[in-house]
Nanobody
């Protein structure tokens, strides 16, 4: 069964930084585009950032451009999300998935809470 495990979330003050990690248990990780999504209370899950299989192409939601950086290490089956200059509106549960996302590949997520 394909699984992802997200980690690295926590409570941080506005302006702070966090790095999220997502480890995927799949043999084809090195050829699959991956992405980070987030879901705030009362809102739908939304795409935050995505990265192609090689790590050379990335794309970001307008709200995080210039602050967040997605990267991957195919040797470790891991995708990262470095979040700088965090804002209270970044508070959400963060999830990784392949891109486009598939329904049976969601993990438990990792909670990020940014205090003002």
């Amino acid at each position: 069964q394909v699984q992802v495990v997200e980690s690295g979330g926590g409570l941080v003050q506005a302006g702070g930084s966090l790095r999220l990690s997502c480890v995927a248990s799949r043999r084809d990780f090195g050829i699959v585009p991956m992405a980070w999504f987030r879901q705030a209370p009362g809102k739908e899950r939304a795409l935050v950032a995505r990265i192609d299989w090689s790590g050379q192409y990335t794309d970001y939601a307008d709200s995080v451009k210039g602050r967040f950086t997605i990267s991957r290490d195919n040797a470790k089956n891991t995708v990262y999300l470095l979040m700088n200059s965090l804002r209270p509106e970044d508070t959400a549960a963060y999830y990784c998935n392949q891109f486009p996302a598939i329904s049976n590949y969601w993990g438990q997520g990792t909670q990020v809470t940014v205090s003002s």
